[in-house]
């Protein structure tokens, strides 16, 4: 069984360099996407906490009510910055070239179907060089036998 057309197919359906570099650098992006998009969830949980205490401030010491108004706007804010920072990340994810490859976006596509030639230059199949290297064994093997056998 001859490994030629399974190696003709593993070329054709291997990964460039490009498509791996475009795949390292989207990957990149997500990762930063995702830090950013972390850090402003975070900074809002903490206005809003802050928010919270103040309420809580004025609820047992009772400061007066501008000071209620005040604690409202920045629960407000806390909640618009971790809402900002959630879809920001998903508008600019939804950007990112994740389901497609940078090639695809680019206007080259690529299909699955096999190309209509094979490829140009004939890959070495496996089993031919490992009966070549047998045969070059077992011929010298021979020959020191043969010369052993004499004397």
């Known amino acids: 069984m001859g490994l030629e057309t ?6 054709q359906h291997s990964a460039s360099p ?3 570099q475009d795949k390292l650098a989207n990957a990149e992006l997500e990762h930063a996407l995702v830090q950013q998009m972390f850090r402003r969830i975070i900074w809002g949980a903490i206005i809003l ?9 004025n609820k047992n010491f009772f400061i ?3 000071f209620n108004l005040l604690s409202s706007l920045v629960m407000i804010s806390g909640i618009a910055v971790g809402g900002v920072g959630l879809f920001d990340a998903m508008l600019k ?8 490859s940078a090639k695809q976006i680019r206007g080259r596509t690529e299909t699955q179907a096999l190309p209509a030639q ?8 496996v089993t031919e060089r490992t009966t070549q290297l047998i045969g070059v064994e077992e011929s010298k093997t021979n020959k020191m036998m043969d ?3 004499r004397q």
């Open 6 to 11: 399974v190696g003709k197919l593993m070329a």
């Open 147 to 149: 010369s052993e056998a």
């Open 18 to 20: 490009a498509e791996t």
């Open 93 to 100: 994810g939804a950007h990112l070239p994740s389901g497609k």
């Open 118 to 125: 094979p490829v140009p230059h004939e890959l070495p199949s």
């Open 64 to 66: 007066g009510p501008w």
């Open 49 to 57: 906490g802050i928010g919270v205490v103040m309420v809580v401030v």
